[in-house]
């Protein structure tokens, strides 16, 4: 594994696809080895993300709809497509349960799936996906705009998870906001939570932040509270999975309790995700479907035994964040700011 | 390893002394192991404690106590003895900064040696050691009495590090009232946060509530928030390694955001420790130092490389929790309400 200090683009690329072939970054073997690997069968799709070698909630959308083109492409005929296509929706569907992005993605392709013609349907259900990334990778750049204006020179913060290019195929969300601004303001300083219980901040942000030259620090989830005590943090900056219409957010495991820190210490605490993570159709948080993993992602995580082998252990992979400790909203339409939130209202269109 | 359903006692002694032989159960392998270390030498129990093979802050006050007793009662004379004993109480004071255990300890001991007379001074000073160690088994006792009156059957509680008889030499502190509680009043069910970076609850409480019997579930530390979100939760139980004048608490890192959360969500917030935490030398917990231990146990934790080798890591072992946030210190000499504490006048004598 080669870490480059330097502030060139990454040479790294979470999702790449050519006809009938995702190539995906596998996340799992972050940061020891930078593997690859070609998925071709839409059963590979599924196990990639449900086995997070493709994680993150818009990277799951995009990863979803080239898995899409992987199962129907190959058809023989438009109709047979469009015949197969609920039920490779619904298996892609079925992989992680709380990300909205991947039924937004899923619902996009649906729709072209509809509206696709002979002869050229394959180009343009191939088109589609495409077009799913492109669009990410657009609003990415909008976001990280909008997200560098909350932000002065020399700010010191904490992030969550992992919210970078390897989140989302473009920019990042939390992150590459993150990533802007050392570009862009100077000076910036970010303090990474490890996350537990798979290490996403330890594995991938932290891996990220070197590979674009930020100046970073590794920190245990629990150290998060002493560092805001300590005094000098400036601001708390996360992604999200699924945005409730009143901005209830959930997120990864570990959020919430840095949302009630940050609140304590009066931080802002400011969300950062398209609105293909908006979920308009739930009111509040308490619709938001948790996934709970293994308990072994806890108790024997990587090999590694913990705690006794008969030990239960309980693991929810999210949390949801009330809005009304979320400081504001960054979506590629603008800053939503809180504390109340009404996002059928807010969002264009 | 065998984890025994019981509620026998524990066939586990933290610390056994006989003459100049100090066995140490090594808690740096547990729960994968049950092996007994046999210490003769000084330097060996300074080890030992640094390395956290003993550990929890009133167990190493009487590993201390006993390392004085390796250190001196092979010394050809007493004056011989008395001569040396600076130095020995020195090198002990330095092995941890932040339990104050640990000096309280040795200023005993210091006392002891002074008075030390011809011909049975060995004798005298092993009986010191021991009284030492007695005294801590009747103070847990004692506390875990007191600790009782503030549950109820069948509580749900979270805890935090490790404060059972493995901590302690005796019952355990915060750990023990829940084992207590667990005999006495029935339906316990304790939630263990698995405390990183060193993971203390997950090695050893998780492995001390399987010996007693005790039903328990491991968490992640970031999952607390989101425990006591969901509902059910009665309270929050930990230790401390150093208490101010105030009530202000040093204990692991990650109880002060465990604290902030317990207050968010209105639940009472209790820590149990014997008067020899108290420091009451110290105004307020500004004046507690803070033990920063190596970046490598937040970076690559047992071997595991979590994140790029050269990333930096900030690893306070300690935290500091504001008496405002602390319901109740539980203590030998009975249980203090808070939130204002006056710990110089509310102890006796």
């Not at 799992?28 to 997070?52: G, H």
């Not at 390897?166 to 862009?184: F, S, W």
């Not at 900056?237 to 309790?257: H, L, P, Q, S």
Request: charged share 20%; with cysteine; proline share 7%.
């Amino acid at each position: 594994m080669t870490v480059r200090h330097s502030t060139a683009a990454p040479r790294y690329d979470p999702v790449r696809y050519e006809r009938g072939r995702l190539t995906v970054l596998d996340q799992t073997r972050l940061p020891r080895e930078t593997v690859y690997a070609a998925l071709t069968e839409l059963d590979q799709v599924e196990t990639a993300i449900r086995t997070l070698q493709v994680r993150g909630a818009p990277l799951i959308g995009i990863a979803a709809a080239y898995g899409v083109c992987i199962a129907l492409a190959g058809s023989p005929s438009l109709a047979e497509a469009q015949r197969r296509a609920p039920a490779v929706l619904a298996r892609l569907a079925a992989t992680r349960p709380t990300a909205v992005n991947l039924s937004w993605a899923l619902a996009r392709m649906e729709r072209a799936i509809a509206a696709l013609r002979e002869p050229d349907w394959r180009e343009a259900l191939e088109a589609e996906a495409a077009a799913v990334h492109r669009d990410g990778r657009a609003q990415d750049a909008r976001m990280v705009s909008h997200g560098l204006a909350l932000l002065a020179p020399n700010a010191r913060v904490i992030t969550h998870c992992n919210t970078g290019p390897l989140a989302t195929g473009g920019l990042g969300t939390a992150l590459g906001v993150l990533i802007g601004a050392h570009g862009k303001l100077g000076g910036l300083h970010v303090y990474v939570d490890e996350t537990r219980p798979r290490w996403q901040g330890a594995h991938l942000t932290t891996w990220e932040l070197a590979q674009h030259g930020v100046p970073h620090t590794l920190i245990c989830d629990g150290a998060a509270a002493a560092l805001m005590q300590r005094g000098g943090i400036h601001s708390v900056w996360v992604g999200a999975d699924r945005i409730a219409a009143n901005g209830d957010t959930a997120n990864k495991v570990g959020t919430y309790g840095l949302a009630v820190n940050a609140r304590h210490h009066g931080l802002p605490f400011y969300v950062v995700a398209p609105t293909s993570t908006f979920d308009l159709a739930l009111d509040s948080g308490a619709g938001i479907p948790i996934e709970e993993r293994s308990p072994r992602e806890v108790a024997a995580p990587e090999g590694l035994l913990l705690a006794p082998p008969e030990t239960p252990a309980w693991n929810p992979a999210f949390d949801v964040t009330p809005s009304e400790l979320i400081s504001a909203i960054v979506c590629e339409q603008g800053v939503f700011r809180g504390p109340k939130y009404d996002l059928r209202k807010d969002i264009a269109g």
